[in-house]
């Protein structure tokens, strides 16, 4: 197993041991991501006893009908945004129920990136309302897969930390 997958599968063992010993569900809304976060967390037995799903919004079509982000965030700041990830949590949770949720947007190359938004900007949040949602932008590089495997990592560990505080 390489290195880097190993470290992916830590990192999702021990967001699935934080879920399972407090009781709390999850769900997943990803872009970039292309459900990946979620089939880390799925990879593991049992795991339907703290993931509700994932939803892949790869579009901003889907964006909007799937988690009710809004057009107007969408045309104001791009799919690629702190309100856009945020609105994500939001509607993922309102759509499931789930306890706690993560979203991930960005730019994993090799094209689409701009001077404002380069390749390898990812933005994520994570919360269990809209209170609590907490948003952060990375700058990662590497090429398409090294962005994306960097994100997953990235999401699982933030959503630990923000369950050690909670």
């Known amino acids: ?70 057009e107007a965030s969408l045309v104001n700041h791009g799919a690629v945004s702190e309100p856009v990830v945020r609105e994500m949590v939001a509607g993922a949770l309102a759509a499931t129920g789930a306890s706690v949720a993560v979203s991930v947007s960005g730019v994993a190359g090799p094209g689409g990136g701009s001077d404002a938004k380069p390749v390898g900007t990812v933005w994520f949040a994570w919360g269990s309302d809209v209170e609590t949602t907490e948003a952060v932008v990375q700058r990662f590089s590497g090429d398409r897969e090294q962005v994306r495997r960097q994100a997953v990592l990235f999401a699982l560990q933030g959503v630990s930390h923000f369950l050690e505080k909670a």
């Open 1 to 70: 197993m390489p290195a880097n997958d190993h470290k992916l599968e830590q990192a999702g063992n021990q967001l699935a041991s934080q879920l399972s010993e407090a009781g709390l569900t999850m769900v997943t809304a990803e872009s970039c991501t292309g459900g990946w976060v979620a089939k880390v967390l799925t990879d593991k037995a049992g795991s339907s006893a703290y993931v509700i799903g994932g939803l892949v919004t790869y579009s901003n079509e889907a964006k909007q009908a799937l988690l009710g982000v809004t």
